[in-house]
């Protein structure tokens, strides 16, 4: 699958679907990039082409088809951990301190 495919994969139903269903498995190091991707991209300031980047790479981690399977423990989900960190690294700049804040707190409320 291309970006773009994955980008059509996304939406908001199956990312909260996703981290909520697997929290627990795919922990707070998998889950806290693909929130401040998240907010970031719910951001009207994020200009589309750093959405677009967004977008593939949640689509990437809500889609079922993966480099490797999420079933696989431990490493199932080491794929999306890169593909969010690459994404979180080509969009940093419109990641601002709020998208963190927020991440942080989604993860507070769902780890404790």
Known sequence: M????????????S???KTKNFAKVAGEAVLEPALKLYYSAQDSDTPIWAKTTVYGALG???SPIDAIPD????VGYSDDLGVLVAATA???????????????ET???WFG
């Open 2 to 13: 291309s970006e773009n495919q994955f980008e059509k994969e996304f939406s908001d139903d």
């Open 15 to 17: 990312f909260w679907d």
């Open 60 to 62: 990437y981690f809500v």
């Open 71 to 74: 079933i696989t423990p431990i």
């Open 90 to 104: 080509a969009v940093a700049a419109y990641i601002k301190k709020e998208h963190a804040e927020k991440a942080k």
């Open 107 to 109: 993860l507070k409320q």
